[in-house]
């Protein structure tokens, strides 16, 4: 193993309930695929329902046995992620993996609806809690995307 190159077919069998931040392009799209191939069942946290759900149609026409839902979650709000852990605990009583994948790439200065800077809080989200209605997962990742890591800064935004 330590010779050969890893893939998803080294992926073994998962039966646990996911969420996937930003998980309708890019990575987290494919990390919902390839989750879902494998029998996890996924729940996309997307700020566009019809972006979600457009994802999860792509998903089904390959895996039609996937075990897919779709919750709107954006995480420049307070409220919304409120609302979305309210919403799952309510719905759900656990959560195997939180993966947080959602980020902002190449911006300007800008303020969330709550008065917090938009970069900030994106990097990484606050795991899904909010006035007191945490989302406890068993697991939690943060990544970040090889384009992200290589973004050029203005020379007076460096640190």
Same mark, same amino acid.
């Given at each position: ?28 799209? $494919? ?6 191939? !494998? ?11 019809e972006k979600g759900d ?29 609302? %979305? ?8 009583? !656990? ?20 008065? %917090? $800077? ?8 606050p795991a899904l809690c ?30």
């Amino acid at each position: 193993m330590l010779n050969s190159k890893w893939t998803c077919e080294n992926i073994p069998g998962q039966s646990g309930r996911v969420v996937v931040t930003g998980a309708n392009s890019g990575i987290g799209y $494919e990390v919902v695929r390839v989750l879902a191939q !494998k029998g996890a069942e996924v729940i996309l946290a997307v700020r566009s329902l019809e972006k979600g759900d457009a994802a999860i149609a792509q998903i089904l026409e390959e895996n039609p046995e996937a075990k897919l839902s779709v919750r709107l979650l954006d995480l420049a709000s307070l409220a919304s992620i409120k609302s %979305f852990a309210e919403q799952f605990n309510m719905d759900f009583w !656990k959560l195997d993996l939180l993966i947080n994948n959602a980020r902002i790439l190449a911006h300007q200065y800008g303020e969330t609806k709550g008065g %917090f $800077e938009s970069h900030f809080w994106y990097e990484p989200s606050p795991a899904l809690c909010a006035d007191g209605s945490p989302l406890y997962a068993a697991q939690a990742y943060n990544w970040e995307s090889d384009r992200q890591r290589k973004q050029q800064w203005p020379q007076d935004e460096q640190v």
